[in-house]
């Protein structure tokens, strides 16, 4: 099964989006609401069994767009959670900015809460040092011009990474 995990609003956005290109949602994708500003990690455990999540069954966690509203902390907490929570052999596929610990310490000086941010290189080791194996690494860039054969326009710095859960918990 396919877990999109998302913000309640921007699940209604990609809900809407899916059912005007299909035509209806696809019956193996759950979309699972959760705000992170006021919902823990526990809520999103009893909101997937809710939705008869086997952790006993591979499956895929889609987070496009979420962590980047996301702190270093949280997101670091989130994942830790999936690899320990899902199957070995589930995967991950993930959305994020790119950035790095400068740009976090000009916030914090700033007042405000840093969100995730990270250079593409040093994804793959913060996957791997949080259970997950087999990490790719993909810009936004690269995947339109792959899927879409053509120049991207004004795509910003963002890249997909896919990653499966491979630590033996």
């Given at each position: 099964r396919i877990f999109e995990i998302d913000r309640p609003p921007n699940l209604e956005d990609k809900r809407e989006k899916?059912?005007?290109?299909?035509?209806?949602?696809?019956?193996?994708v759950t979309y699972v609401g959760i705000d992170f500003l006021e919902e823990t990690l526990e809520d999103l455990r009893r909101k997937l069994m809710e939705w008869e999540y086997d952790p006993q069954s591979k499956s895929l966690f889609v987070l496009e767009g979420l962590v980047s509203h996301l702190s270093l902390k949280a997101v670091d907490e989130l994942m830790r959670f999936i690899s320990s929570f899902a199957a070995p052999g589930s995967s991950l596929v993930c959305t994020y900015p790119h950035g790095n610990m400068a740009d976090e310490l000009e916030r914090l000086r700033a007042g405000s809460e840093p969100t995730f941010g990270?250079?593409?290189?040093?994804?793959?080791?913060?996957?791997?040092?949080r259970g997950f194996c087999r990490v790719h690494n993909l810009t936004l860039e690269e995947a339109y011009r792959l899927y879409r054969k053509e120049e991207p326009h004004d795509l910003g710095p963002y890249?997909?990474?896919?990653a499966t859960v491979g630590r033996n918990r």
């Open positions: 899916v059912k005007r290109v299909a035509g209806q949602l696809p019956p193996q990270m250079d593409p290189p040093l994804m793959v080791r913060f996957l791997e040092d890249s997909f990474v896919e």
